[in-house]
């Protein structure tokens, strides 16, 4: 299929003669560049933006500029770029509108990349909002800007500018035309040393003289709101490497520059996919065993790299930096591993250390296959665990920055290694199937079919049996069917857009444990139950209340109608509130408790033998016992996600449920897995509080942790859109407190939950008498 121009000339009959010309002497050039279908969006855009009505050099720009982006970073982003174009028509003039399309070609080849381009233009859609006089001088100096700035680093000078002149038109302008000594001094602060776009080709030739075969590597810019950015990774067979590296320094050691560093990171990513023929499988591994499993894994590829090209051993033995110490963590001890199956010269005594480097010398017959490193890890990990370090996922990083996350080579067993799409750690799936009454009466045979069922079968109806026994099957045999799956919004605080539909809640049947657990742990704290017996009886509902001493009530209070008589008779000046108003005292609280049940919880508290989660059950059933003596209908539920598609949600206990053996039980038996979609949860913890006729309902999230989740890497998305969450529950009338186990929640809580409705135990070990005491408050 070919495009031709005399095919849209109905669509561009509006053009000027000269602009008609200008189009002419575009289209070869266009040709070369555009698919057909580029071409049919290349020239609907050249209509859209005439029909601004801002001239016609704005529409010559898009025309001479849109190929020149295209053949950057592809021609998937024209039609964003003109979409940008059109959004920008109603916050600024035709001149800044026509100055991005002129500058588009710069910023695409400075990012090198759709996505990076992409965000550019959000950014500017951004900047207008809250500095539209500083664009137009930020465009004339981009070329500048971008030749010291990442994206990252772009954004944090510009919005810095924007916040300190908001009001300031003038030193707006200075600011971002680089004519102010402070927009030089935030222009040095942001630079970064190396970007890779200046050094892409080099490192690629560089690769491709070590392997004889092409690499290729695409940026990435996760410095929005740090300079540090994203670590390295692979996927999809593409490098993925920071934007901006600056060089690397340690005290006593000559500087490692950011061309040395991209060299040491690319060639390492390079040798994970030259010697990585099949993946490792994850199943049935903890989070500490994957972490030393990597350590050899990395080791491995670096070897048989090393035996290639012997060089790159000094290139990669220099930014490994860790030393021996007497109190140390898993991170560190990961650390002086990898440097110790790298360097031969580097002296370690630990007993740990010399296991590791006498299993891989003994296996250096074996490293072609990856196997060898899942042996060797597992070894280790349980050596490690005999140490009895507690174990971070999120902290006991690899230091050495050239090394990537490690995740291409992983095999999880929920979703296929080649297509790197699906969820959940399940061996399979349910699978819901809507059926007749025939089918579901002449198939169905597995009497004993559990939880674990591949399909779960569903009439449209309740089916009855054949005898009128007045009962459907459901009610007797069946169990009470798990909810449909909860689709939620997510707030994209970037784009500043909901992002519809995009969480999945699934409600699952919580496990039931062993009620003694409970039994213990009511025995265990007898006298803080005894102790707020005195407060609890303080909030029982009072019943009917006269308040007297009113001077418009509902009826006469004879004894302060005979005082005022009686100052009468005195000469004195008589109290004219004679009157009383009976009041009934009644409590309206519906209260929801939602617990972060997310891996974390499994750590054990420091100094103490019991983990966070055995220390949050405990004060769930001293919050019970609390709230079912006051009278206030209440629920229980938990939380865990794994992924976007699957937040696995908990209900414990419900509203209309008595506290008795079965929410106890449900009690005792929860468990900890997976991460902590926050925002997700809040949003369905609200669904069920706004289906409560109380006329104050109270969500009290308890969690160890910030938000966070498996298939997001932006610290601040999943907080921004947990305070969304908070807001919009707030507006069916849900108020949001939050009690975090964290201490490092000061950080962030705050600006997730509000200034006044968060608690930081900073002593977790207390929680259990200080959960009952926060609802006592929460709900005088």
């Not at 602009?19 to 002497?25: G, P, S, Y």
């Not at 689709?487 to 857009?497: F, M, R, T, V």
């Not at 983990?611 to 539920?637: M, W, Y």
Request: proline fraction near 4%; include cysteine; hydrophobic fraction near 40%.
């Amino acid at each position: 299929m070919s495009i031709k121009l005399e095919d849209y000339a109905e669509l561009l009959e509006d053009l000027s003669p000269h602009t008609r010309d200008a189009l002419n002497a575009a289209w070869h050039e266009a040709t070369k560049v555009f698919s057909p279908r580029g071409l049919d969006n290349y020239l609907k855009g050249v209509s859209a933006i005439r029909g601004l009505g801002r001239g016609d050099s704005l529409v010559e720009t898009w025309i001479e500029q849109a190929p020149q982006v295209a053949k950057e970073v592809g021609e998937d982003v024209v039609a964003d770029l003109a979409t940008a174009s059109l959004m920008l028509a109603s916050k600024t003039s035709g001149a800044v509108i026509e100055l991005l399309l002129a500058t588009a070609p710069t910023a695409a080849k400075r990012l090198g990349d759709s996505a990076l381009f992409l965000k550019y233009l959000q950014f500017i859609n951004t900047l207008i909002a809250q500095a539209p006089r500083g664009v137009r001088p930020m465009l004339d100096k981009l070329e500048v800007l971008f030749q010291q700035l990442t994206l990252g680093g772009l954004r944090r000078w510009a919005l810095w500018g924007a916040h300190a002149h908001r009001t300031n038109y003038e030193e707006q302008i200075n600011y971002f035309s680089l004519a102010s000594k402070e927009s030089i001094a935030m222009l040095q602060k942001e630079r970064k040393g190396t970007l890779l776009v200046d050094v892409q080709r080099r490192i690629n030739m560089y690769l491709r003289a070590l392997w004889a075969r092409d690499f290729f590597m695409r940026p990435t810019s996760g410095d929005f709101e740090a300079r540090e950015g994203y670590r390295p990774y692979i996927e999809d067979y593409l490098l993925h490497l920071p934007d901006a590296f600056d060089d690397w320094t340690v005290e006593g050691q000559a500087p490692v520059s950011g061309l040395e560093l991209y060299r040491a990171t690319a060639a390492h990513c390079a040798a994970h996919i030259v010697e990585t023929r099949q993946p490792i499988s994850a199943e049935s591994l903890n989070p500490m065993q994957m972490a030393v499993i990597s350590v050899i894994e990395d080791a491995r590829v670096e070897t048989l790299a090393i035996r290639r090209f012997p060089g790159l051993k000094q290139l990669w033995s220099k930014l490994h930096i860790a030393t021996p110490e007497r109190r140390a963590s898993v991170g560190d001890y990961l650390n002086r591993l990898a440097r110790a199956l790298l360097d031969e010269t580097y002296r370690d005594d630990d007993a740990w250390i010399a296991e590791g480097r006498a299993l891989f010398a003994s296996a250096q017959d074996r490293l072609d296959n990856n196997q060898t490193s899942w042996e060797i890890g597992v070894q280790l990990a349980h050596s490690l665990t005999q140490k009895k370090i507690p174990f971070n996922a999120r902290t006991d990083l690899l230091a050495a920055p050239y090394r990537d996350d490690n995740r291409y080579f992983w095999e999880f067993e929920e979703f296929d290694f080649d297509k790197a799409a699906g969820a959940g750690y399940e061996s399979h799936k349910q699978v819901r199937k809507y059926v007749s009454v025939m089918e579901m009466a002449n198939e169905v045979e597995v009497e004993t079919a559990g939880d674990d069922a591949e399909e779960i079968w569903v009439l449209a109806t309740e089916l009855f049996p054949y005898e009128d026994m007045g009962k459907s099957y459901n009610e007797l045999e069946g169990r009470e069917p798990v909810s449909e799956p909860f689709h939620y919004s997510e707030w994209d605080y970037q784009i500043q857009l909901e992002r519809p539909a995009w969480a999945t809640v699934q409600e699952k049947r919580a496990k039931l444990g062993d009620l003694a657990v409970i039994d213990d742990i009511t025995a265990k704290y007898k006298r803080e139950i005894h102790r707020m017996k005195f407060l609890l009886d303080a909030m029982q509902p009072q019943g009917v209340q006269r308040i007297r001493k009113l001077e418009d009530g509902d009826e006469i209070d004879i004894n302060a109608a005979i005082q005022s008589f009686i100052d009468i008779r005195l000469g004195n000046q008589p109290d004219p509130r004679i009157m009383m108003r009976s009041v009934r005292k009644t409590r309206d609280f519906s209260i929801l408790v939602l617990l972060d049940l997310s891996e974390s919880t499994n750590e054990t508290v420091q100094d103490q033998e019991y983990s966070v989660r055995e220390l949050t059950q405990q004060a769930c059933v001293l919050l019970a016992d609390a709230i079912n003596k006051v009278g206030d209908p209440f629920a229980i539920h938990g939380f865990c996600s794994d992924g976007r598609h699957d937040v696995e949600y908990y209900r414990f206990k419900d509203f209309d449920q008595h506290w008795d053996e079965v929410p106890k039980a449900k009690l005792a038996g929860m468990t900890g897995q997976l991460s902590t979609r926050m925002g997700a949860a809040i949003r369905h913890a609200g669904h069920h509080l706004k289906l409560q006729r109380s006329a104050k309902k109270l969500l009290i999230v308890i969690t160890d942790g910030e938000p966070a989740d498996i298939d997001v890497r932006d610290p601040q998305y999943l907080r921004h859109d947990t305070k969304k969450a908070v807001e919009e529950v707030a507006r069916d009338g849900v108020t949001t407190y939050c009690m975090s186990l964290d201490p490092r929640a000061d950080n962030y809580v705050s600006r997730i939950f509000g200034q006044k409705n968060y608690m930081v135990v900073d002593h977790v070990e207390r929680l259990p008498e200080k959960l009952p005491l926060l609802y006592a408050g929460l709900t005088r």
